[in-house]
């Protein structure tokens, strides 16, 4: 089978983690599950939604992805939370003027 440059340069970065120096096996899982050292945004809703806008304005994100931390309930209280703290600062649309998934995707 042939190799997968980017599964591997996953692994590759991933047991390699700590300044270029091998990690256990239980480091590695515990880096993959902790968001494979990406950054790890915790506070209270408005200073997560700060953190988030530091990242797109200074960092030049154009998305995030969530990672379930706890189940149940921890995108909800994301949504419940996070998600009016950025509505009320203009950084999340608060309606959706299209019909489709696709249109809604696209809308900027």
Known sequence: ????PG???LVE?????ENGELV?????AMIYAQGMGMPVLV????????????CADEG????????????PG?????????VPELQR???LRTEYTSSTLREHLLEQ
């Open 1 to 4: 089978m042939p190799a997968v």
């Open 7 to 9: 599964i591997q340069s």
């Open 13 to 17: 970065s991933i047991i390699h983690a």
């Open 24 to 28: 256990t096996v239980a480091e590695a």
């Open 43 to 54: 506070g209270t809703p408005a200073s997560i939604a700060d953190q988030l806008e530091t």
């Open 60 to 71: 030049g994100a154009d998305g995030f992805v969530l990672i379930a931390t706890y189940t």
């Open 74 to 82: 921890c995108f909800e209280e994301f949504v419940d939370m996070v």
């Open 89 to 91: 600062r203009g950084r």
